[in-house]
């Protein structure tokens, strides 16, 4: 984006009062050599699955003439299958929704139950693009916090029900596993907030709950008895599907009729309809880097953790890792080194990716040089 110019100066005059000042969304997109600031997977898409994926595209291509299924029926029976065979609990296709990404599945929610005059609450530090998606169509955003002491990043119940009470919410988010920290949590904290919460909803962000520790709980657990509960995930995590944009939810049937008023003709496109329905057939093959990634992760807890480093136990596809003197200054020696990691902004912490054994080893092995050679600072310990 172009820096301030008398130009841009008279359109921000122009802009929504609301939008005025804000920044956008963005993560630096840079040519190095090991990338780990994106969480997206660092393993390609299985060569059968390519294979697939092709073929499905050529049976709809001679079709492209023609606007795709609106109601991506064959897609919603895909879906509502794996989720049923991932977590054991049945839906019906009715029951599920999707997206160009779970950031439109949200826009599709907040556009719904949100807008001028209405608050979304979240519990921050979580998904930055919460608070942008409702600010973009004019709701109130809320940081709520996740405990009262400020100390780790597991959300209270009684703290989180206290604020919803005190703000009212019309929409509450919850993150599990939480980005950027990677904790989960608990389905008390959910059930707490939902019932705390009359006229609300209450939306479960479960985009990376794949790479979950066992014992983890879906909240689509919950979904039976709960109209106003919704689950949102995404296939660009656990699927090795960043590229493709497919994002879904689950909830009550008549809350996803509610959402065909707020989303555009024919968003789902048929050729994107037609790649999704072919990774879903082949799930366990797309799936199966998941264990490996899990173990990066763990690895890369581990390993830190050995290099006087941070890390919060992490249920997602990377470590948020504390410890930093400087967190700027650590993200540009790792940088200048050939390996991008991500600044969320949180003081003294980095997030890292879990990518490959290769990637992982390069990482751990520049963090180790650059605290050696004393050109990353460790935090002081303060009593």
């Not at 980095?350 to 040089?369: H, M, Y």
Request: include cysteine; aromatic fraction near 6%.
């Amino acid at each position: 984006m172009t820096g301030d110019t008398p130009v841009r100066a008279r359109l921000s005059e122009l802009l929504r009062p609301d939008l005025q000042g804000q920044t956008a969304y963005g993560a630096p997109q840079l040519p190095v050599a090991v990338a780990l600031n994106t969480n997206e997977s660092s393993y390609s898409v299985p060569e059968e699955v390519v294979a697939a994926i092709i073929a499905r595209v050529a049976q709809v291509a001679p079709d492209l003439n023609r606007y795709p299924d609106r109601e991506f029926v064959d897609l919603r029976t895909a879906l509502a299958a794996y989720l049923q065979i991932a977590t054991g609990v049945e839906l019906s296709p009715a029951q599920l929704w999707a997206g160009n990404g779970s950031n439109e599945v949200l826009s599709h929610i907040v556009a719904a139950f949100g807008g001028p005059g209405r608050v979304a609450l979240g519990f921050t530090p979580a998904y930055s693009m919460h608070p942008i998606i409702s600010r973009g169509v004019g709701t109130g955003w809320v940081d709520g916090l996740r405990n009262a002491t400020g100390a780790g990043y597991d959300v209270d119940a009684e703290l989180a029900v206290q604020q919803v009470g005190q703000h009212e919410p019309d929409i509450v988010f919850l993150c599990s596993p939480n980005n950027p920290t990677g904790t989960a949590v608990g389905l008390d904290v959910v059930e707490a907030v939902y019932d705390a919460l009359p006229r609300g909803i209450v939306v479960v962000d479960e985009a990376y709950a794949e790479f979950a520790r066992p014992g983890t709980r879906s909240a689509l657990t919950l979904l039976p008895g709960r109209e106003r509960l919704v689950v949102t995930r995404t296939m660009s995590k656990a699927f090795a599907f960043a590229g493709v944009r497919l994002g879904y939810l689950a909830a009550d049937p008549e809350l996803t009729e509610l959402l065909r008023l707020v989303r555009l003709p024919y968003h789902l496109s048929s050729v994107t309809q037609a790649v999704a329905e072919a990774a879903l057939e082949h799930a366990g093959t797309m799936l199966a880097m998941v264990e490996a990634i899990k173990a990066m992760r763990d690895e890369l807890s581990t390993a830190t953790a050995q290099l006087g480093l941070k890390p919060v136990p992490s249920d997602a596809n990377f470590v948020l890792v504390g410890g930093f003197a400087d967190a700027a200054g650590a993200w540009q020696v790792l940088l200048d080194r050939g390996v991008l990691v991500r600044d969320v902004g949180i003081p003294h912490h980095l997030r890292i990716t879990a990518g490959t054994p290769e990637e992982t080893q390069t990482v751990l092995r520049v963090l180790s040089q650059s605290i050696e050679d004393g050109s990353i600072a460790l935090q002081k310990e303060t009593s």
